[in-house]
Protein backbone atom coordinates (compact mmCIF):
# COMPACT_ATOMS: atom_id res chain seq x y z
CA UNK A 1 0.00 0.00 0.00
CA UNK A 2 1.46 3.53 -1.04
CA UNK A 3 1.38 6.03 1.33
CA UNK A 4 1.67 9.62 0.83
CA UNK A 5 3.33 12.30 1.93
CA UNK A 6 1.83 12.84 5.56
CA UNK A 7 3.42 16.81 5.85
CA UNK A 8 1.58 17.93 2.69
CA UNK A 9 -1.43 17.36 4.51
CA UNK A 10 -0.60 20.42 6.76
CA UNK A 11 -0.59 22.87 4.33
CA UNK A 12 -3.10 25.64 4.72
CA UNK A 13 -4.09 24.67 1.11
CA UNK A 14 -2.98 27.56 -1.18
CA UNK A 15 -4.91 30.42 0.61
CA UNK A 16 -4.00 33.73 -0.53
CA UNK A 17 -4.22 33.78 -4.20
CA UNK A 18 -6.96 31.45 -4.90
CA UNK A 19 -9.39 33.69 -2.18
CA UNK A 20 -8.45 36.77 -3.88
CA UNK A 21 -8.94 35.14 -7.22
CA UNK A 22 -12.43 33.59 -5.34
CA UNK A 23 -13.59 37.16 -4.07
CA UNK A 24 -12.96 38.72 -7.52
CA UNK A 25 -14.83 36.04 -8.97
CA UNK A 26 -17.70 36.92 -6.90
CA UNK A 27 -17.32 40.44 -6.82
CA UNK A 28 -17.94 40.43 -10.54
CA UNK A 29 -20.45 37.80 -10.78
CA UNK A 30 -22.73 40.17 -8.33
CA UNK A 31 -21.99 43.36 -10.71
CA UNK A 32 -20.96 42.21 -13.77
CA UNK A 33 -20.95 45.62 -15.17
CA UNK A 34 -17.95 46.55 -13.23
CA UNK A 35 -15.77 43.24 -14.52
CA UNK A 36 -14.12 45.00 -17.36
CA UNK A 37 -13.13 48.04 -14.61
CA UNK A 38 -11.27 45.59 -12.36
CA UNK A 39 -7.43 46.33 -12.45
CA UNK A 40 -5.18 43.49 -11.03
CA UNK A 41 -2.53 45.15 -9.07
CA UNK A 42 -2.19 41.81 -6.71
CA UNK A 43 -0.05 38.81 -8.45
CA UNK A 44 3.85 40.06 -8.74
CA UNK A 45 3.65 39.09 -12.64
CA UNK A 46 5.69 41.44 -14.75
CA UNK A 47 3.09 42.69 -17.53
CA UNK A 48 5.72 44.60 -20.54
CA UNK A 49 6.85 43.00 -23.38
CA UNK A 50 10.41 40.83 -23.73
CA UNK A 51 13.51 42.85 -24.22
CA UNK A 52 14.76 42.86 -27.73
CA UNK A 53 18.36 42.01 -27.23
CA UNK A 54 16.27 38.63 -25.51
CA UNK A 55 14.05 37.86 -28.19
CA UNK A 56 17.07 38.19 -30.63
CA UNK A 57 18.92 35.74 -29.32
CA UNK A 58 16.40 33.47 -28.29
CA UNK A 59 15.48 33.41 -32.56
CA UNK A 60 19.11 32.75 -33.15
CA UNK A 61 19.38 29.83 -31.28
CA UNK A 62 16.13 28.56 -32.73
CA UNK A 63 17.84 28.66 -35.72
CA UNK A 64 20.73 27.01 -34.94
CA UNK A 65 18.96 24.17 -33.53
CA UNK A 66 17.59 23.72 -37.13
CA UNK A 67 21.02 22.36 -38.09
CA UNK A 68 22.24 19.63 -38.04
CA UNK A 69 25.44 21.44 -37.32
CA UNK A 70 24.56 23.55 -34.47
CA UNK A 71 21.82 21.22 -33.17
CA UNK A 72 22.05 20.57 -29.58
CA UNK A 73 20.67 17.90 -27.52
CA UNK A 74 20.89 17.90 -23.40
CA UNK A 75 23.27 20.75 -22.09
CA UNK A 76 25.18 20.55 -18.73
CA UNK A 77 22.90 20.89 -15.82
CA UNK A 78 24.66 23.41 -14.37
CA UNK A 79 24.15 25.41 -17.09
CA UNK A 80 26.03 26.39 -20.31
CA UNK A 81 29.23 28.06 -19.73
CA UNK A 82 28.40 30.65 -21.95
CA UNK A 83 25.94 32.08 -19.42
CA UNK A 84 27.81 31.16 -16.05
CA UNK A 85 30.91 33.17 -17.27
CA UNK A 86 28.24 36.15 -18.40
CA UNK A 87 26.69 36.31 -14.63
CA UNK A 88 30.16 35.89 -13.08
CA UNK A 89 31.56 39.19 -15.16
CA UNK A 90 28.77 41.03 -15.39
CA UNK A 91 26.10 40.26 -12.22
CA UNK A 92 29.43 40.01 -9.56
CA UNK A 93 32.83 40.52 -10.58
CA UNK A 94 32.36 44.16 -12.39
CA UNK A 95 30.83 45.40 -9.38
CA UNK A 96 33.58 43.58 -7.55
CA UNK A 97 31.76 40.23 -5.58
CA UNK A 98 34.06 37.66 -5.86
CA UNK A 99 31.87 34.71 -7.15
CA UNK A 100 33.26 32.67 -9.90
CA UNK A 101 31.45 30.93 -12.87
CA UNK A 102 31.17 27.17 -11.64
CA UNK A 103 29.54 28.67 -8.34
CA UNK A 104 26.99 29.42 -10.63
CA UNK A 105 23.86 26.82 -11.20
CA UNK A 106 21.79 28.08 -13.53
CA UNK A 107 18.06 26.68 -13.33
CA UNK A 108 14.69 27.53 -14.76
CA UNK A 109 13.46 29.34 -11.70
CA UNK A 110 13.84 31.13 -8.77
CA UNK A 111 10.87 29.42 -7.09
CA UNK A 112 12.06 25.85 -7.71
CA UNK A 113 16.02 26.54 -6.29
CA UNK A 114 14.59 28.23 -2.84
CA UNK A 115 12.77 24.91 -2.80
CA UNK A 116 14.85 22.53 -3.82
CA UNK A 117 17.57 23.40 -1.63
CA UNK A 118 16.32 21.73 1.27
CA UNK A 119 16.93 18.42 -0.62
CA UNK A 120 20.34 19.14 0.40
CA UNK A 121 19.76 19.45 4.31
CA UNK A 122 18.92 17.15 6.76
CA UNK A 123 15.07 16.77 6.97
CA UNK A 124 13.63 17.63 10.46
CA UNK A 125 17.16 18.48 11.83
CA UNK A 126 17.60 22.52 11.12
CA UNK A 127 15.64 25.32 13.50
CA UNK A 128 14.85 27.48 10.69
CA UNK A 129 14.03 31.02 10.83
CA UNK A 130 11.50 33.11 8.26
CA UNK A 131 10.39 36.38 8.51
CA UNK A 132 7.33 37.43 8.82
CA UNK A 133 5.67 38.42 6.31
CA UNK A 134 7.70 36.06 3.69
CA UNK A 135 7.11 35.03 0.57
CA UNK A 136 5.52 31.43 0.82
CA UNK A 137 7.49 29.07 -0.91
CA UNK A 138 10.03 29.34 1.65
CA UNK A 139 7.05 28.26 4.38
CA UNK A 140 5.61 25.98 2.25
CA UNK A 141 8.53 23.87 1.10
CA UNK A 142 9.71 23.59 5.02
CA UNK A 143 6.20 22.12 5.59
CA UNK A 144 6.23 19.46 2.63
CA UNK A 145 9.93 18.71 3.84
CA UNK A 146 8.77 17.53 7.28
CA UNK A 147 10.68 20.74 8.95
CA UNK A 148 7.81 21.59 10.65
CA UNK A 149 4.90 20.38 13.31
CA UNK A 150 1.18 21.32 12.42
CA UNK A 151 -0.52 25.52 11.63
CA UNK A 152 -2.34 26.78 14.78
CA UNK A 153 -5.19 29.08 13.92
CA UNK A 154 -3.06 32.13 13.17
CA UNK A 155 -1.53 29.73 10.15
CA UNK A 156 2.11 29.85 11.87
CA UNK A 157 3.44 26.24 11.80
CA UNK A 158 5.27 24.84 14.77
CA UNK A 159 8.89 24.27 14.69
CA UNK A 160 9.28 27.68 12.70
CA UNK A 161 11.30 30.84 14.36
CA UNK A 162 8.99 33.29 12.75
CA UNK A 163 11.27 36.97 12.84
CA UNK A 164 8.51 39.87 12.47
CA UNK A 165 9.39 42.64 10.14
CA UNK A 166 7.61 45.87 11.33
CA UNK A 167 7.84 49.54 10.97
CA UNK A 168 9.46 49.69 14.35
CA UNK A 169 12.29 47.75 12.19
CA UNK A 170 12.20 49.19 8.82
CA UNK A 171 11.03 45.56 7.81
CA UNK A 172 14.44 43.97 8.79
CA UNK A 173 14.36 41.30 11.19
CA UNK A 174 16.24 41.50 14.47
CA UNK A 175 18.95 39.44 14.70
CA UNK A 176 17.54 36.25 17.36
CA UNK A 177 18.99 35.74 20.64
CA UNK A 178 18.66 31.83 20.04
CA UNK A 179 20.68 30.17 17.53
CA UNK A 180 19.42 28.65 14.28
CA UNK A 181 20.55 26.53 11.82
CA UNK A 182 18.59 28.05 8.39
CA UNK A 183 17.50 31.68 7.97
CA UNK A 184 15.93 33.02 4.57
CA UNK A 185 16.27 36.17 3.75
CA UNK A 186 14.90 38.01 0.78
CA UNK A 187 16.30 41.93 0.07
CA UNK A 188 14.60 43.86 -1.28
CA UNK A 189 11.80 42.76 0.23
CA UNK A 190 8.71 40.52 -1.19
CA UNK A 191 5.90 41.48 -0.04
CA UNK A 192 7.30 45.11 1.89
CA UNK A 193 9.59 46.32 -0.64
CA UNK A 194 11.98 47.10 2.02
CA UNK A 195 15.62 46.52 1.66
CA UNK A 196 18.74 45.72 4.22
CA UNK A 197 21.10 47.77 4.50
CA UNK A 198 25.18 47.00 4.38
CA UNK A 199 25.23 47.10 8.34
CA UNK A 200 22.57 45.02 8.82
CA UNK A 201 23.60 42.49 6.37
CA UNK A 202 27.00 42.43 7.84
CA UNK A 203 25.17 41.71 11.45
CA UNK A 204 23.38 38.84 9.96
CA UNK A 205 26.75 37.30 8.19
CA UNK A 206 28.50 37.98 11.48
CA UNK A 207 25.39 35.81 13.63
CA UNK A 208 25.81 33.41 10.78
CA UNK A 209 29.54 33.11 11.09
CA UNK A 210 29.16 32.62 14.52
CA UNK A 211 26.40 30.28 14.91
CA UNK A 212 27.27 28.22 12.18
CA UNK A 213 24.23 29.67 10.50
CA UNK A 214 23.31 29.15 6.63
CA UNK A 215 22.03 32.34 5.16
CA UNK A 216 19.54 31.63 1.84
CA UNK A 217 19.36 35.08 0.13
CA UNK A 218 16.88 35.40 -2.32
CA UNK A 219 18.03 38.10 -4.45
CA UNK A 220 15.32 38.44 -7.12
CA UNK A 221 14.64 42.03 -6.90
CA UNK A 222 18.54 43.50 -6.52
CA UNK A 223 18.09 44.82 -10.07
CA UNK A 224 15.48 47.47 -8.16
CA UNK A 225 18.25 49.09 -6.25
CA UNK A 226 18.40 52.40 -6.91
CA UNK A 227 20.67 53.29 -4.45
CA UNK A 228 24.41 52.57 -4.63
CA UNK A 229 25.02 52.25 -0.97
CA UNK A 230 23.05 49.11 -0.98
CA UNK A 231 23.93 45.73 -1.39
CA UNK A 232 22.51 43.92 -4.34
CA UNK A 233 24.74 40.51 -3.20
CA UNK A 234 24.96 39.45 0.16
CA UNK A 235 28.42 38.49 -1.14
CA UNK A 236 28.90 42.76 -0.95
CA UNK A 237 29.09 41.50 2.67
CA UNK A 238 32.66 40.00 3.83
CA UNK A 239 32.23 36.64 5.44
CA UNK A 240 29.46 36.07 3.33
CA UNK A 241 31.01 33.04 1.61
CA UNK A 242 31.59 31.27 4.21
CA UNK A 243 27.57 31.05 5.31
CA UNK A 244 25.39 32.29 2.22
CA UNK A 245 23.66 30.83 -0.55
CA UNK A 246 22.11 33.33 -3.07
CA UNK A 247 19.67 33.13 -5.24
CA UNK A 248 18.29 35.04 -8.41
CA UNK A 249 16.23 35.26 -11.25
CA UNK A 250 15.54 37.09 -14.41
CA UNK A 251 11.83 36.95 -13.88
CA UNK A 252 11.71 40.24 -12.71
CA UNK A 253 14.88 42.45 -14.07
CA UNK A 254 14.33 40.43 -17.67
CA UNK A 255 10.39 40.35 -17.73
CA UNK A 256 11.43 36.33 -17.79
CA UNK A 257 8.44 35.06 -15.64
CA UNK A 258 6.97 32.97 -18.45
CA UNK A 259 10.30 32.49 -20.49
CA UNK A 260 11.84 30.95 -16.98
CA UNK A 261 15.61 31.22 -16.09
CA UNK A 262 17.49 31.59 -12.86
CA UNK A 263 20.48 30.82 -10.67
CA UNK A 264 22.08 29.87 -7.45
CA UNK A 265 25.16 30.41 -6.01
CA UNK A 266 27.04 28.39 -3.64
CA UNK A 267 30.63 29.43 -2.57
CA UNK A 268 33.12 27.06 -3.19
CA UNK A 269 33.44 27.66 0.73
CA UNK A 270 30.78 26.98 2.36
CA UNK A 271 30.19 23.75 4.45
CA UNK A 272 27.51 22.56 6.91
CA UNK A 273 28.02 19.21 9.06
CA UNK A 274 27.14 15.55 8.58
CA UNK A 275 25.13 13.55 11.61
CA UNK A 276 28.42 12.23 12.33
CA UNK A 277 29.82 15.68 12.90
CA UNK A 278 31.89 16.01 9.87
CA UNK A 279 32.48 19.59 7.94
CA UNK A 280 32.00 19.05 4.30
CA UNK A 281 31.21 21.65 1.17
CA UNK A 282 27.61 22.00 0.13
CA UNK A 283 29.01 22.64 -3.92
CA UNK A 284 29.67 18.96 -4.38
CA UNK A 285 25.73 18.44 -2.87
CA UNK A 286 24.30 20.70 -4.77
CA UNK A 287 26.06 20.06 -7.76
CA UNK A 288 25.08 16.27 -7.75
CA UNK A 289 21.47 17.02 -6.82
CA UNK A 290 20.52 19.80 -9.95
CA UNK A 291 22.51 16.68 -11.85
CA UNK A 292 20.40 13.89 -10.75
CA UNK A 293 17.35 16.11 -10.19
CA UNK A 294 17.07 18.59 -13.33
CA UNK A 295 18.41 18.09 -16.84
CA UNK A 296 19.08 22.12 -17.17
CA UNK A 297 17.86 25.01 -18.59
CA UNK A 298 16.80 25.36 -21.96
CA UNK A 299 19.10 26.32 -24.89
CA UNK A 300 17.60 28.52 -25.93
CA UNK A 301 16.53 30.09 -22.96
CA UNK A 302 19.62 30.57 -21.64
CA UNK A 303 20.65 31.98 -25.11
CA UNK A 304 18.19 34.37 -23.83
CA UNK A 305 19.55 35.54 -20.22
CA UNK A 306 22.79 35.65 -21.85
CA UNK A 307 21.26 38.30 -24.54
CA UNK A 308 20.42 40.45 -21.18
CA UNK A 309 24.01 40.98 -20.15
CA UNK A 310 24.93 42.46 -23.82
CA UNK A 311 25.22 46.33 -23.85
CA UNK A 312 21.85 46.45 -25.61
CA UNK A 313 20.21 44.03 -23.13
CA UNK A 314 21.59 46.10 -19.95
CA UNK A 315 20.01 49.03 -22.03
CA UNK A 316 16.70 47.72 -22.12
CA UNK A 317 16.32 46.16 -18.51
CA UNK A 318 17.25 49.56 -17.70
CA UNK A 319 14.38 50.58 -19.32
CA UNK A 320 11.98 48.28 -18.01
CA UNK A 321 12.92 48.43 -14.22
CA UNK A 322 12.18 52.65 -15.51
CA UNK A 323 9.00 51.77 -16.11
CA UNK A 324 8.20 49.75 -13.15
CA UNK A 325 9.89 52.06 -10.62
CA UNK A 326 7.84 54.84 -12.12
CA UNK A 327 4.71 52.80 -11.48
CA UNK A 328 5.94 52.79 -7.69
CA UNK A 329 6.59 56.20 -7.66
CA UNK A 330 2.72 57.42 -8.92
CA UNK A 331 1.56 54.66 -6.25
CA UNK A 332 3.69 55.46 -3.11
CA UNK A 333 2.74 59.27 -4.04
CA UNK A 334 -1.31 58.17 -4.45
CA UNK A 335 -1.21 56.37 -0.96
CA UNK A 336 1.00 58.85 0.76
CA UNK A 337 -1.50 62.41 -0.58
CA UNK A 338 -4.45 59.52 0.52
CA UNK A 339 -2.32 60.03 4.08
CA UNK A 340 -1.85 56.33 4.44
CA UNK A 341 2.07 55.30 5.85
CA UNK A 342 3.90 54.35 3.07
CA UNK A 343 7.07 51.87 2.23
CA UNK A 344 8.91 50.35 -0.56
CA UNK A 345 8.39 51.51 -3.59
CA UNK A 346 11.98 53.28 -3.51
CA UNK A 347 14.49 50.51 -4.34
CA UNK A 348 12.11 47.76 -5.04
CA UNK A 349 8.52 47.34 -7.11
CA UNK A 350 6.32 46.53 -4.30
CA UNK A 351 4.39 49.34 -2.11
CA UNK A 352 3.04 48.12 1.32
CA UNK A 353 0.65 50.52 2.61
CA UNK A 354 -0.81 50.63 6.36
CA UNK A 355 -4.90 49.60 6.35
CA UNK A 356 -6.72 53.10 7.76
CA UNK A 357 -7.26 52.92 10.92
CA UNK A 358 -9.80 49.93 12.55
CA UNK A 359 -9.53 48.26 8.89
CA UNK A 360 -7.73 45.05 8.57
CA UNK A 361 -5.89 43.49 5.54
CA UNK A 362 -8.91 41.46 4.28
CA UNK A 363 -11.34 44.25 4.95
CA UNK A 364 -9.17 47.07 2.98
CA UNK A 365 -9.19 44.20 0.16
CA UNK A 366 -12.89 44.51 -0.14
CA UNK A 367 -13.24 47.93 0.16
CA UNK A 368 -10.81 48.55 -2.74
CA UNK A 369 -12.59 45.53 -5.33
CA UNK A 370 -15.77 47.34 -4.41
CA UNK A 371 -14.92 51.17 -4.16
CA UNK A 372 -12.25 51.24 -6.60
CA UNK A 373 -12.09 48.01 -8.42
CA UNK A 374 -8.48 47.79 -7.75
CA UNK A 375 -7.05 44.49 -6.78
CA UNK A 376 -4.51 44.49 -4.06
CA UNK A 377 -3.16 41.93 -1.80
CA UNK A 378 -3.74 41.94 1.64
CA UNK A 379 -0.61 41.83 3.82
CA UNK A 380 -2.04 39.02 6.43
CA UNK A 381 -1.86 36.52 3.61
CA UNK A 382 2.14 36.91 3.98
CA UNK A 383 1.89 36.06 7.95
CA UNK A 384 0.44 37.64 10.99
CA UNK A 385 2.87 40.01 10.80
CA UNK A 386 1.71 41.49 7.49
CA UNK A 387 -1.73 42.38 9.30
CA UNK A 388 -3.16 45.66 8.90
CA UNK A 389 -1.00 46.39 5.69
CA UNK A 390 -1.55 45.68 1.75
CA UNK A 391 0.60 45.43 -0.94
CA UNK A 392 0.15 47.03 -4.43
CA UNK A 393 2.34 45.48 -7.46
CA UNK A 394 4.38 48.20 -9.67
CA UNK A 395 4.20 45.31 -11.98
CA UNK A 396 1.64 47.13 -14.65
CA UNK A 397 1.34 49.47 -17.60
CA UNK A 398 1.37 53.02 -17.18
CA UNK A 399 -2.06 53.57 -18.30
CA UNK A 400 -3.28 50.86 -15.52
CA UNK A 401 -1.28 52.49 -13.02
CA UNK A 402 -2.56 55.88 -13.66
CA UNK A 403 -6.17 54.82 -13.67
CA UNK A 404 -5.36 52.95 -9.98
CA UNK A 405 -4.83 55.79 -8.80
CA UNK A 406 -6.79 57.90 -9.47
CA UNK A 407 -9.26 55.59 -8.40
CA UNK A 408 -7.27 55.19 -5.12
CA UNK A 409 -7.50 58.87 -4.57
CA UNK A 410 -11.58 58.77 -5.51
CA UNK A 411 -12.45 55.80 -3.23
CA UNK A 412 -9.89 56.60 -0.31
CA UNK A 413 -9.13 60.52 -0.62
C1 LIG B 1 9.29 36.47 -8.25
C2 LIG B 1 10.13 35.95 -7.16
C3 LIG B 1 11.15 35.03 -7.42
C4 LIG B 1 11.44 34.55 -8.81
O1 LIG B 1 10.88 33.32 -9.02
P1 LIG B 1 11.05 32.59 -10.42
O2 LIG B 1 10.68 31.17 -10.13
O3 LIG B 1 12.50 32.72 -10.81
O4 LIG B 1 10.14 33.25 -11.40
C5 LIG B 1 11.92 34.61 -6.35
N1 LIG B 1 11.71 35.06 -5.11
C6 LIG B 1 10.76 35.95 -4.83
C7 LIG B 1 10.60 36.43 -3.45
C8 LIG B 1 9.93 36.41 -5.85
O5 LIG B 1 8.96 37.28 -5.55
Known sequence: MARLNDHYLKLRA???FPEIARRVRAYTEAAPDQAARVIRCGIGDVTEPLPAAAREAMHAAVDELGERGSFRGYGPEQGYDFLREAIATHAYQSRGVEVAADEIFVSDGSKCDTGNILDIFANGANRTAITDPVYPVYVDTNVMAGNTGPADASGAYEGLLYLPCTAANDFVPAIPDEPVDLVYLCYPNNPTGATATREQLQAWVDYARAN????????????????????????????ARDCA???RSFSKNGGFTGVRCAYTVVPGELTALTSAGERKPLHPLWSRRQSTKFNGASYVVQRGAAGLFTDQGQAEVAALIDHYMANAALLREACQQIGLPVYGGVNAP?????????????????????????????????????????RISAFNSRENVEEACRRLRQALG
Open 245 to 247: IEF
Open 350 to 390: YVWVGCPEGVDSWGMFDRLLQQAQVVVTPGAGFGAAGEGYF
Open 14 to 16: GYL
Open 212 to 239: DTILLFDAAYEAFIRDPEIPRSIFEIPG
